[in-house]
Nanobody, 117 residues
Framework: QVQLVESGGGLVQPGGSLRLSCAAS????????MGWYRQPPRKERELVAA???????VYADSVKGRFTISRDNAENTVYLQMNSLKPEDTAVYYC???????????WGKGTLVAVSS
């Protein structure tokens, strides 16, 4: 079993920055991908960004140029640096770890990011 614990959410003004962290623990197999999804109010969950254990990244078009995903494989931790935040970035952000070879997927409990003046 794998546990994912997110931290770093909060309230920030438009144009501000936040850094989310997600630490994974337990039986973690590689290769894998760790990522961030978000669910805005009254909307479906969507991919924000993901990074493989090899370092390949993917971003949603809406966050390209503003958000940066990174990971520390030794610490099994993934980060999401969010800059130039907009009100439409308001959502619960969920950490995800996926191993497609073993068909395993895990989710964190989520952390709220609220962008408002």
């Amino acid at each position: 079993q794998v546990q994912l614990v997110e931290s770093g959410g909060g309230l920030v003004q438009p144009g501000g920055s936040l850094r989310l962290s997600c630490a994974a623990s337990g039986s973690i197999f590689t290769p894998n991908a760790m990522g961030w999804y978000r669910q805005p109010p009254r909307k479906e969950r969507e991919l924000v960004a993901a990074i493989t254990s090899g370092g390949s990244t993917v971003y949603a078009d809406s966050v390209k140029g503003r958000f940066t995903i990174s990971r520390d494989n030794a610490e099994n931790t993934v980060y999401l640096q969010m800059n130039s935040l907009k009100p439409e970035d308001t959502a619960v952000y969920y950490c995800n770890l996926e191993n497609r070879i073993l068909a395993l997927e895990y989710w964190g409990k989520g952390t709220l990011v609220a962008v408002s003046s």
